[in-house]
């Protein structure tokens, strides 16, 4: 059994000037960790809020299911969801987390506001102090404020407070983005090593090198849709999709050529996506039959939404 | 990188140091004076010039005082000591009504969402500079039209009467170049100008401004932590630590062999896209902590640390147009 699935999810926001297509018929299945990888808009962070169920006015899940460990989440209601799988199953750190914290709170109470919000009444610090160590903090962190820490340390605070629950998920929301390379680095390698002890990560970035340090599976988000999903060395080492071979040309990296190219134009008005491929006006490959909504085509483990390969 | 006194050099900065004073008591602010306790020096006797039409790249991490130099250069704080020498001319001290200096140098920042006026349509926001300088209505108009299709917003008549928030990150950033070139500088310092944009988006806005700089001859300093990007872009670079230049030279030799064990440690420490690196630990060599106050700065965090450390080290120059500041060499 896959641990995750998502069959056919749409999320849209319907606001004054329109709807918002953010996820738009997303589907996917994995047991490993995975990152999401899109520019700004592409809906990455909305599917995560799907799946926490956080999603508030004027976003609503239109239709699709999220089946984790074979039960739908999205049928469930809002109790007991609450009480079985938000922080016990799955967790998220969010954007910019690290500057959530209150600034007048020790780390210890604002740990254990976690524990006693989701019907944990025991006041034992060791519970605290495993998460602490699990994201390489020592226990005396729990007396610090957060001015007192850094922003790799709060970084892995917030963290450490996702992982209180015991959850087999994390969702981190580009968790490294406002760090410096060297505690990015860190990060990183805590992931590793949070992965490798068996959680799932679920990585919502736009740096590809990222996601190449970190997780298995990737999947691609271009205007609300998943235009490919494979495993890392596939995806790395043999890209499909047009806007994924875009993409790749676009990191710059330490050694070989000097020359980043970059996708021409913009993505297309989330208030009116395009019928067919969304990719079609930026497409080096564009042809008559990309007017139509692109097939999925399996390759592998995965699949690429693409007439080219059709 | 240290040929001061070339006449080829737009910008010529000596032993320049800026400190700040952090905690100040109540009896320390009425009487004006202060003692030594409580200060951050983030610029701590830094040198360099810029040949003009190059590019420089100050790298460092948060807190090595990269943005503090960007605003001592602009004239945005005075120095504590050191000389700015802009095109021939001593700057260091420059009065308020001399806005020559203000025509030849301006500056990109690194957040386009918070660096344009969110009420000033984009026409505004990059004819504002030229109105400051005294330019006829009709002609401000012109040349805002022309840097802004320079800057390949199209189509401009639209883009010209939008306001901010109707624009993308990148396009943000577009006007924020637009209007550091409407002056036409010799010299624009870039803070980071596309660490707030898409990868996608990134090497655009990094060709535009190297196709801009070939067609006006102009000189950039550019900001930033990311070495990968970085590498795309400078043709030089100088990387901080604590307000120190521990290395500098030119960018290929500086990135294929560092010396210092700083730079070694950031450029480890640098994500690839290369899927087989997820089965291995990103080595970290450095020690996470400690600042040193005497002789070189990285000293607790490096593992290389020899007792002569505790000295003051010097710049020598170990390669060709290659400098290192380390007892290593």
Same mark, same amino acid.
């Given at each position: 059994?896959?641990?995750?699935?998502?069959?056919?999810?749409?999320?849209?926001?319907?606001?004054?000037?329109?709807?918002?297509?953010?996820?738009?018929?997303?589907?996917?299945?994995?047991?490993?960790?995975?990152?999401?990888?899109?520019?700004?808009?592409?809906?990455?962070?909305?599917?995560?809020?799907?799946?926490?169920?956080?999603?508030?006015?004027?976003?609503?899940?239109?239709?699709?299911?999220?089946?984790?460990?074979?039960?739908?989440?999205?049928?469930?209601?809002?109790?007991?969801?609450?009480?079985?799988?938000?922080?016990?199953?799955?967790? &998220?750190?969010?954007?910019?987390?690290?500057?959530?914290?209150?600034?007048?709170?020790?780390?210890?109470?604002?740990?254990?506001?976690?524990?006693?919000?989701?019907?944990?009444?025991? !006041?034992?610090?060791?519970?605290? @102090?495993?998460?602490?160590?699990?994201?390489?903090?020592?226990?005396?962190? %729990?007396?610090?404020?957060?001015?007192?820490?850094?922003?790799?340390?709060?970084?892995?605070?917030?963290?450490?407070?996702?992982?209180?629950?015991?959850?087999?998920?994390?969702?981190?929301?580009?968790?490294?983005?406002?760090?410096?390379?060297?505690?990015?680095?860190?990060?990183?390698?805590?992931?590793?090593?949070?992965?490798?002890?068996?959680?799932?990560?679920?990585?919502?970035?736009?740096?590809?090198?990222?996601? +190449?340090?970190?997780?298995?599976?990737?999947?691609?988000?271009? +205007?609300?849709?998943?235009?490919?999903?494979?495993?890392?060395?596939?995806?790395?080492?043999?890209?499909?999709?047009?806007?994924?071979?875009?993409?790749?040309?676009?990191?710059?990296?330490?050694?070989?050529?000097?020359? %980043?190219?970059?996708?021409?134009?913009?993505?297309?008005?989330?208030?009116?996506?395009?019928?067919?491929?969304?990719?079609?006006?930026?497409?080096?490959?564009?042809?008559?039959?990309?007017?139509?909504?692109?097939?999925?085509?399996?390759?592998?483990?995965?699949?690429?939404?693409?007439?080219?390969?059709? | 990188?240290?040929?001061?006194?070339?006449?080829?050099?737009?910008?010529? @900065?000596?032993?320049?140091?800026?400190?700040?004073?952090?905690?100040?008591?109540?009896?320390?602010?009425?009487?004006?004076?202060?003692?030594?306790?409580?200060?951050?020096?983030?610029?701590?006797?830094?040198?360099?010039? !810029?040949?003009?039409?190059?590019?420089?790249?100050?790298?460092?991490?948060?807190?090595?005082?990269?943005?503090?130099?960007?605003?001592?250069?602009?004239?945005?704080?005075?120095?504590?000591?050191?000389?700015?020498?802009?095109?021939?001319?001593?700057?260091?001290?420059?009065?308020?009504?001399?806005?020559?200096?203000?025509?030849?140098?301006?500056?990109?920042?690194?957040?386009?969402?918070?660096?344009?006026?969110?009420?000033?349509?984009?026409?505004?926001?990059?004819?504002?500079?030229?109105?400051?300088?005294?330019?006829?209505?009709?002609?401000?108009?012109? %040349?805002?039209?022309?840097?802004?299709?320079?800057?390949?917003?199209?189509?401009?008549?639209?883009?010209?009467?939008?306001?901010?928030?109707?624009?993308?990150?990148?396009?943000?950033?577009?006007?924020?170049?637009?209007?550091? %070139?409407?002056?036409?500088?010799?010299? @624009?310092?870039?803070?980071?100008? @596309?660490?707030?944009?898409?990868?996608?988006?990134?090497?655009?806005?990094?060709?535009?401004?190297?196709?801009?700089?070939?067609?006006?001859?102009?000189?950039?300093?550019?900001?930033?932590?990311?070495?990968?990007?970085?590498?795309?872009?400078?043709?030089?670079?100088?990387?901080?630590?604590?307000?120190?230049?521990?290395?500098?030279?030119?960018?290929?030799?500086?990135?294929?062999?560092?010396?210092?064990?700083?730079?070694?440690?950031?450029?480890?420490?640098?994500?690839?896209?290369?899927?087989?690196?997820?089965?291995?630990?990103?080595?970290?060599?450095?020690?996470?902590?400690?600042?040193?106050?005497?002789?070189?700065?990285?000293?607790?965090?490096?593992?290389?640390? &020899?007792?002569?450390? &505790?000295?003051?080290?010097?710049?020598?120059?170990?390669?060709?147009?290659?400098?290192?500041?380390?007892?290593?060499?």
């Amino acid at each position: 059994m896959v641990k995750l699935e998502i069959r056919g999810l749409k999320v849209y926001y319907y606001t004054s000037k329109g709807t918002v297509k953010a996820v738009d018929g997303i589907n996917m299945n994995t047991s490993e960790s995975v990152g999401i990888v899109g520019e700004s808009g592409s809906g990455k962070s909305t599917l995560a809020y799907a799946i926490m169920r956080m999603l508030q006015y004027p976003a609503r899940i239109v239709e699709g299911s999220i089946i984790l460990d074979g039960t739908d989440i999205l049928a469930m209601n809002e109790r007991e969801f609450n009480e079985h799988i938000r922080w016990k199953k799955i967790a &998220m750190v969010f954007q910019y987390a690290m500057n959530s914290l209150d600034p007048v709170y020790k780390v210890k109470d604002q740990m254990y506001e976690v524990l006693s919000n989701h019907g944990v009444d025991t !006041i034992d610090d060791t519970i605290l @102090v495993d998460a602490l160590r699990e994201t390489g903090l020592d226990a005396n962190v %729990l007396e610090y404020y957060p001015h007192e820490l850094s922003g790799g340390m709060k970084q892995r605070v917030v963290i450490a407070m996702a992982l209180l629950l015991k959850p087999s998920i994390l969702i981190a929301d580009e968790p490294t983005t406002a760090l410096d390379v060297l505690v990015q680095a860190q990060i990183m390698n805590m992931l590793k090593r949070l992965k490798s002890d068996g959680l799932m990560i679920i990585l919502i970035t736009h740096d590809l090198s990222i996601v +190449a340090e970190v997780v298995d599976r990737v999947a691609i988000m271009y +205007a609300g849709q998943i235009v490919e999903f494979n495993k890392a060395d596939v995806i790395f080492k043999e890209a499909k999709h047009p806007y994924t071979q875009a993409l790749m040309s676009s990191i710059p990296r330490l050694k070989g050529e000097k020359r %980043l190219s970059y996708i021409k134009g913009d993505p297309p008005n989330p208030f009116d996506y395009p019928k067919g491929c969304r990719f079609y006006a930026r497409c080096p490959y564009a042809m008559d039959k990309c007017m139509q909504e692109p097939p999925y085509i399996s390759i592998g483990d995965g699949y690429v939404r693409c007439w080219l390969y059709k | 990188m240290l040929d001061a006194g070339s006449t080829n050099n737009i910008l010529e @900065v000596k032993g320049l140091t800026k400190y700040f004073k952090v905690k100040r008591s109540l009896y320390e602010l009425l009487r004006g004076s202060y003692d030594n306790s409580g200060i951050v020096k983030a610029v701590d006797g830094v040198s360099f010039s !810029i040949e003009r039409g190059k590019t420089l790249v100050l790298a460092g991490e948060s807190g090595s005082g990269k943005s503090t130099i960007a605003r001592l250069i602009l004239k945005a704080i005075e120095p504590d000591s050191g000389t700015i020498i802009f095109d021939g001319k001593d700057v260091t001290k420059l009065s308020r009504s001399e806005k020559w200096f203000r025509r030849s140098a301006q500056m990109i920042h690194q957040d386009p969402y918070s660096s344009l006026n969110p009420r000033m349509r984009i026409l505004s926001i990059v004819s504002e500079p030229l109105e400051i300088h005294g330019f006829a209505k009709k002609e401000r108009e012109d %040349l805002a039209f022309k840097a802004l299709q320079e800057v390949r917003l199209e189509p401009v008549e639209d883009i010209a009467y939008r306001y901010p928030h109707m624009l993308s990150g990148g396009q943000r950033q577009r006007v924020a170049i637009a209007r550091a %070139l409407v002056l036409k500088p010799k010299l @624009v310092v870039a803070d980071e100008p @596309v660490s707030m944009l898409d990868m996608s988006v990134r090497a655009e806005i990094l060709e535009l401004m190297n196709s801009i700089k070939a067609k006006y001859n102009i000189t950039y300093m550019y900001i930033t932590h990311d070495l990968s990007t970085s590498r795309y872009f400078g043709d030089d670079i100088a990387i901080l630590y604590k307000g120190k230049i521990v290395e500098m030279g030119c960018i290929d030799e500086v990135l294929n062999n560092p010396l210092h064990p700083y730079t070694q440690a950031l450029i480890d420490a640098i994500p690839e896209p290369e899927p087989s690196n997820r089965y291995k630990e990103k080595v970290v060599r450095i020690k996470n902590d400690g600042i040193s106050e005497h002789g070189c700065r990285f000293y607790a965090r490096c593992p290389y640390a &020899m007792d002569k450390c &505790m000295q003051e080290p010097s710049m020598k120059e170990v390669r060709d147009d290659h400098y290192v500041s380390c007892f290593l060499y």
